[in-house]
């Protein structure tokens, strides 16, 4: 009875161990872009009364990205490209799926780290159009690789939901608290912290990604200031009345 009692202890306090794995920036990063995503959204109608926020908070996604990419070589174990982008276990992960077993993975697993490029290029894309639209033609690609990132979030959130359900593996909870329960990930360990120079090395995207944005568009974080000239969100129509 009292081997009992202590092996029951044992086994209470190795499922309430946690590991670490996600570092603090790059959760940063995944709340500050769904809050700006949602945004940029919202403010998309000129008649929104976020709409002066539009420009801005493009912008903002942009230095975002900037920072994402950056940290994708700096940043802590599992944030780092190098550990999820593995194309050759996509094979593997795909037939774990379709036969209802899929294996936990205690980083991004092979299609997640696909699905966070596609993301990150789609925010990039819509970015670019915003910032030099010229017509009919690049509104309606700005428009459509919005929709497409809509898509692409509803298919990641449905996915992340259900690898939480088939695993057991609270994926959104491991997004907010940075750790996983250890005795779900039996024989690993904390992961690797960022290197040295990592804030560094973010603080100069963030900073370079601004200036460029500011460079393209001197009233990029300004809300409002690209409605009150009568503009829908595009840099261009600015530039052509300062030339004239």
Known sequence: MIDSAISRASSAQSSGASIRVWDLPVRLFHWFLVFAILIAFL????DSALAPWHVPVGWIAAV????????????????RFGDFLKPSEIGH????LFSGKPERSI????????????????????????ATMLGDAEGGLHEALANVLLGLIALHVIAVVAM???TKDDLIGA???????ADLHPGIGDARP???????VAAIAIAGAAMGATMIDPLAFTPGAHTEAGESGGVSEQGERDND
């Open 107 to 130: 980083g991004h697993n092979a299609l997640g780290g696909i699905a966070i490029i596609a993301l990150l290029g789609t925010v990039g894309g819509i970015v670019y159009t915003g």
């Open 164 to 166: 939480s359900l088939l």
């Open 43 to 46: 403010s998309s109608e000129e």
């Open 194 to 200: 960022p290197v040295p120079l990592a804030l560094p």
């Open 64 to 79: 975002l990205v900037a920072f994402r990419l950056a940290w994708g070589f700096v940043g802590g174990e599992h944030a």
């Open 175 to 181: 997004f907010i608290t940075g750790t996983k329960r």
């Open 93 to 96: 992960h795909i037939t774990s």
